[in-house]
């Protein structure tokens, strides 16, 4: 739900964003990205593919937002929320791979992330920016959180246990929102039973930092994370880069 109690209208997002005055990193996000978007619900298997890698390489290429990434990052979450999408977002073609919903759940998650208090940080030391400088596209995503949480949220009890996993950590790492914080003890347990017997040392890892964060009343720091399942066709890969998994398409 947004902040305004309202559910989360992928429709309305896609068709009240002035995509025109936005940019990726192709350039201009009209009308590639909002064609892209829409595409992810089309059941077409080219126009999914496609759509993902647009996700990845033009929405969050190597670490980078744009601000055409903050209106894309509330509808992939709109659609995971939206119960009439859903049903668009199991293919008949997708078989036993990777779910698509939870590579849509994994590019939040990556963009969380990119978008995370440290690197913001870490930017500033790199770019010798001044400790002032504004940061709008990071904060904007950041502050969506508690929008677009209760879609997340949805999945903790998804059939694929890949899934739950991937939405945990999406959920970690929105944690650090200010109006979330108050929800970090009752999500201590789904951390504690999921995320910390997982069989992916990277969600291990995360669920300890995050953890020990939260128990010091702290904010999350992670100093290195493997990209989720996001959007490559491609699969895990742990720390070394060796596949653990099959490609999802």
């Not at 990845?56 to 894309?72: E, F, H, I, K, Q």
Request: with cysteine.
């Amino acid at each position: 739900m947004n902040m305004n109690g309202d559910a989360l209208n992928p429709n309305a997002i896609v068709d009240l964003t002035d995509w025109v005055s936005l940019e990726n990193a192709d350039g201009l996000a009209f009308p590639h990205t909002p064609a892209r978007l829409r595409d992810l619900t089309s059941g077409d298997f080219s126009a999914v593919t496609s759509s993902l890698d647009h996700l990845n390489s033009a929405l969050l290429n190597d670490g980078v937002v744009y601000s055409a990434t903050v209106p894309a990052f509330r509808y992939v979450a709109a659609l995971l929320g939206d119960p009439p999408s859903r049903a668009a977002l199991t293919p008949r073609w997708e078989g036993g791979k990777f779910p698509l919903r939870g590579k849509l759940l994994a590019w939040l998650a990556n963009v969380a992330f990119d978008v995370r208090f440290g690197q913001e940080q870490r930017i500033r030391e790199w770019g010798k920016y001044s400790p002032t400088e504004k940061f709008p596209n990071f904060t904007e995503i950041r502050n969506t959180y508690p929008e677009v949480f209760p879609s997340v949220a949805s999945y903790f009890n998804d059939s694929d246990s890949r899934v739950v996993e991937v939405a945990l950590v999406a959920a970690v790492r929105f944690m650090d929102s200010p109006a979330l914080t108050v929800r970090r003890r009752e999500f201590i347990p789904l951390v504690e039973n999921i995320l910390m017997r997982s069989s992916s040392e990277s969600h291990k890892r995360l669920a300890v930092e995050a953890l020990s964060a939260w128990r010091q009343g702290g904010v999350l720091i992670e100093q290195y994370a493997d990209q989720l399942p996001s959007v490559e066709c491609g699969g895990v890969h742990d720390a070394q880069g060796e596949s653990v998994d099959e490609p999802p398409f």
